[in-house]
T-cell receptor, first 116, second 110 residues
Framework: SAVISQKPSRDICQRGTSLTIQCQVDSQVTMMFWYRQQPGQSLTLIATANQGSEATYESGFVIDKFPISRPNLTFSTLTVSNMSPEDSSIYLC?????????????FGPGTRLTVL | GENVEQHPSTLSVQEGDSAVIKCTYS??????FPWYKQELGKRPQLIIDIRSNVGEKKDQRIAVTLNKTAKHFSLHITETQPEDSAVYFC?????????FGGGTRVLVKP
């Protein structure tokens, strides 16, 4: 399976600011996703990052708050905008290779965000 | 949309015993059911998965069973070892989207 890296690994930010998280895969993947994981909780899908078009957001998540880019098949960014303490969480990207039937999703190491 | 429930939320077993985690899902269209293991501070790692055309799959000490009629699937870990201690997540998917269960914290006592 491909290897995913994320930058930064952690950050502490002030409320009202924005943070952009980068996700890099070492090989081309068909699908990329962004998840949020509160400490000790499960994973919640934020959006599917679509190459060359707007991301597909899940219920409760909007583009103005979480703009996503995916310029090619190996890279994506997630921005957390106008942050508040409620945005403190771990943000994970994942990738899935292969077309047609469902294939394995593998995850990046996560970005631990603390908003003060 | 899909809803996945996972039980128990915590599970403590003696080393060498078996552990069973159960999940139910709501969307009958779901056709892919992976299980992830997440150690503290680490990324989720896929440990086994099953597709809807298969009822059971085994990989060494871990196995997964699927009952599509009842819409539930289970993870079985035999001969548990301390390194099996982690949080385990089930998930159900259709197309390219996964919905995760709430997680089970497994503690294997030596």
């Amino acid at each position: 399976s491909a290897v995913i890296s994320q930058k930064p690994s952690r950050d502490i930010c002030q409320r009202g600011t924005s943070l952009t998280i980068q996700c890099q895969v070492d090989s081309q993947v068909t699908m990329m996703f962004w998840y949020r994981q509160q400490p000790g909780q499960s994973l919640t899908l934020i959006a599917t990052a679509n190459q060359g078009s707007e991301a597909t957001y899940e219920s409760g998540f909007v583009i103005d708050k979480f703009p996503i880019s995916r310029p090619n098949l190996t890279f994506s960014t997630l921005t957390v905008s106008n942050m508040s303490p409620e945005d403190s969480s771990i943000y994970l990207c994942s990738g899935e290779s292969g077309g047609g039937s469902y294939n394995e999703q593998f995850f990046g190491p996560g970005t631990r965000l603390t908003v003060l | 949309g899909e809803n996945v429930e996972q039980h128990p939320s915590t599970l403590s077993v003696q080393e060498g015993d078996s552990a069973v985690i159960k999940c139910t899902y709501s969307d009958s269209a779901s056709n892919y059911f992976p299980w992830y293991k997440q150690e503290l501070g680490k990324r989720p790692q896929l440990i086994i998965d099953i597709r809807s055309n298969v009822g059971e799959k085994k990989d060494q000490r871990i196995a997964v069973t699927l009952n599509k009629t009842a819409k539930h699937f289970s993870l079985h870990i035999t001969e548990t070892q301390p390194e099996d201690s982690a949080v385990y997540f089930c998930a159900a998917g259709t197309g390219n989207k996964l919905t995760f269960g709430g997680g089970t914290r497994v503690l294997v006592k030596p």
